[in-house]
T-cell receptor
Framework: DVKVTQSSRYLVKRTGEKVFLECVQD?????MFWYRQDPGLGLRLIYF???????EKGDIPEGYSVSREKKERFSLILESASTNQTSMYLC????????????FGQGTRLTVV | GESVGLHLPTLSVQEGDNSIINCAYS??????FIWYKQESGKGPQFIID?????DKRQGQRVTVLLNKTVKHLSLQIAATQPGDSAVYFC???????????FGAGTRLAVHP
């Protein structure tokens, strides 16, 4: 079974802290994605990566950065956490090409206080 | 159906009835349209997809219909079961790196 693992289910951080959210996939997928999910807004794409060290901005990249040093790992970084970044964060991975199926992790619920 | 805003639309059905969840999409150039199911406390799971050159695709108990004229997508679930209770998202695959753009979601509540 494809597995996408996010390092934490719940996190509480203080305003101004640097926050790292980690995601690991075990299916050798080229593509990896970070979304945030807020009530009534669906999933919004923050950043994605299609190869090691490659990254592209999604729809809401402001306040975030990413790192992909190894194919299986994609990290989301909040340089200086703010309360409006309190949200559910979802990582996903997929193959390149015609496949449309993206596999999601269970999510990290981040609260910034 | 789908809507934008703070309130998640809810579809309530009786167990055994058929369910129809609707979605409007925006990008005429999308290659694929996909339905995801998200149960409480879990990440979204793929249900079914349809390529843009098709208008209907069937899976096990599910059917997806695509109307490109009005940019409308629907998911039909036959004989809805309590285990179908979840939030359902439609998504567009805009091509390239399989980047998915999601709708706001619809909550399906199945009552015995």
């Amino acid at each position: 079974d494809v597995k996408v693992t996010q390092s934490s289910r719940y996190l509480v951080k203080r305003t101004g802290e640097k926050v790292f959210l980690e995601c690991v996939q075990d299916m050798d997928h080229e593509n990896m994605f970070w979304y945030r999910q807020d009530p009534g807004l669906g999933l919004r794409l923050i950043y994605f990566s299609y190869d090691v060290k490659m990254k592209e901005k999604g729809d809401i990249p402001e306040g975030y950065s990413v790192s992909r040093e190894k194919k299986e790992r994609f990290s989301l970084i909040l340089e200086s956490a703010s309360t409006n970044q309190t949200s559910m964060y979802l990582c996903a991975s997929s193959l390149q090409g015609g496949s449309t199926e993206a596999f999601f992790g269970q999510g990290t619920r981040l609260t910034v206080v | 159906g789908e809507s934008v805003g703070l309130h998640l639309p809810t579809l309530s059905v009786q167990e055994g009835d058929n369910s129809i969840i609707n979605c409007a999409y925006s990008n005429s150039a999308s290659d694929y349209f996909i339905w995801y199911k998200q149960e409480s406390g879990k990440g979204p799971q793929f249900i079914i997809d349809i390529r843009s050159n098709m208008d209907k695709r069937q899976g096990q108990r599910v059917t997806v219909l695509l109307n490109k004229t009005v940019k409308h997508l629907s998911l039909q679930i036959a004989a809805t079961q309590p285990g179908d209770s979840a939030v359902y998202f439609c998504a567009e695959n805009t091509g390239g790196y399989n980047k998915l753009i999601f709708g706001a979601g619809t909550r399906l509540a199945v009552h015995p």
